[in-house]
Nanobody
């Protein structure tokens, strides 16, 4: 069974930090690019950050660049999102995503999400 389980969400004041973790199981983690996507109340999904299979390349949305850092531990099958200097507009449910593009097609998995609330 494929599972992506996010943790580390919560409520934090503006300027604070949180570290999200996504624990993966049930598939070959090292074959998948990993991403974080968020959805704020009343808005559509917003891509936040991605990391390639070996962690060599990372990508960030302009809205989080310089404040968020994505990393992965292939020995533990986890991907993390370190979020610093949080702003109220970062409030959203954060989802972990795993994707691989095989010659036979794309496989894509999603977690259930973890709530992040930035408020004073």
């Amino acid at each position: 069974e494929v599972r992506l389980v996010e943790s580390g969400g919560g409520m934090v004041q503006p300027g604070g930090s949180l570290r999200l973790t996504c624990a993966a199981s049930g598939f070959t983690f090292t074959e998948y690019d990993m991403s974080w996507v968020r959805q704020a109340p009343g808005k559509g999904p917003e891509w936040v950050s991605s990391i390639t299979t070996d962690g060599t390349n990372t990508y960030y949305a302009d809205s989080v660049s310089g404040r968020f850092t994505i990393s992965r531990d292939n020995a533990k099958n986890t991907v993390n999102l370190q979020m610093n200097s949080l702003k109220p507009e970062d409030t959203a449910v954060y989802f972990c995503n795993a994707e691989v593009n095989y010659t036979s097609g794309i496989k894509n998995y999603w977690g259930q999400g973890t709530q992040v609330t930035v408020s004073s």
